[in-house]
């Protein structure tokens, strides 16, 4: 865990809901929380190197983007070779995320999840043909789960 | 949305820069002005095609958690289900998906205890199992979606 100082939270908590949309961005973030502008953005630059900012970016609403079809296929592969599957899934360029989870046996069977998406069913189709001949007989069992609604989407916050 | 929007929103997807004027940084190769571009970011903003835009914490590596978490909602409770869940400050994103399981949500706190302590919460509001699924490993996270 990477420890952050008082400047460094009070520059996320001004940034976590977004970046000010006027044309120099980290100079009314400073503004706003009585600090250089230089302070702002070495602090910033900083914590992008330690990866504690993954990015700094745009975030789509998939349906908007014509993305229908957005599925979590979930799959049910050997533990042990888990960590060289997943990595291997995760660097097909369709695949959005993807993650080793816990089983819930028995209701819950399947350790390795992957989310894709799609314009059409054929599209998400082919995606998924592609990671079963991936996976091949590693592979023992798999569903897709659909999304049919977002319910709720925020980005995440620091409640203090 | 046109070629425009689209160009803007695969560019910003990939990245925005840390300097003085970093919107005239991006603005300029798309052919567009400074201005141009904050209006349209403005636009994709409001009409929700874009659903954030700023930078993205990691919120482990701050002492933070995260975690998905499932729960089978009666169709007849998905309604109250729904905001009962939603009421969570601590719930980030919550999809409908067609399954048994029909309600996945990511729970995002402070502390690792918290997540914990929102599990047990949901469950007494709901009156309904909360399967957890932390992750234990991660091999990619880098959403791109060609617009």
């Not at chain 2, 109250?80 to 399981?101: C, G, K, M, S, W």
């Not at chain 2, 914990?116 to 991660?138: C, D, F, H, S, W």
């Amino acid at each position: 865990m990477i420890k952050l100082d008082d400047t460094d939270l009070l520059i996320m908590r001004a940034t976590q809901a977004g970046l000010p949309l006027t044309p120099q961005p980290y100079q009314h973030i400073a503004e706003q929380l009585g600090l250089t502008t230089e302070v702002v953005m070495s602090r910033m630059t900083a914590m992008q190197a330690q990866g504690i900012i993954r990015r700094i970016g745009a975030i789509p609403n998939h349906y908007k983007l014509g993305y229908q079809f957005n599925g979590m296929t979930v799959w049910n592969v050997p533990d042990e070779n888990i960590d060289e599957l997943g990595q291997k899934v995760g660097q097909l360029d369709f695949v959005s995320h993807c993650y080793h989870r816990p089983r819930h046996l028995p209701d819950w069977p399947y350790n390795l999840f992957a989310m894709v998406h799609g314009k059409t069913q054929a599209d998400v189709d082919s995606q998924i043909q592609q990671i079963s001949d991936l996976l091949g007989h590693a592979n023992r069992a798999c569903e897709v789960l659909y999304s049919t609604k977002i319910l709720k989407k925020t980005g995440f916050r620091s409640r203090s | 949305m046109d070629n425009i929007d689209r160009q803007i929103i695969n560019s910003l997807q990939a990245g925005f820069p840390i300097c003085d004027k970093p919107y005239q940084a991006i603005a300029e190769p798309l052919g567009l002005s400074e201005h141009q571009l904050i209006s349209r970011l403005q636009a994709l903003l409001d009409n929700g095609t874009l659903t954030r835009f700023g930078p993205l914490y990691h919120a482990e590596l701050m002492g933070g958690a995260l975690t998905l978490a499932a729960v089978t909602a009666p169709e007849d409770r998905f309604a109250e289900i729904t905001d009962l869940i939603n009421a969570f400050p601590e719930v980030a994103h919550n999809y409908a998906r067609q399954h048994t399981l029909n309600m996945w949500f990511v729970i995002a706190t402070e502390t690792p205890e918290q997540i914990q302590q929102t599990l047990t919460a949901i469950e007494q509001k709901t009156g309904l199992r909360v399967y957890n699924m932390p992750k234990i490993n991660e091999y990619f996270v880098g959403l791109k979606l060609e617009a």
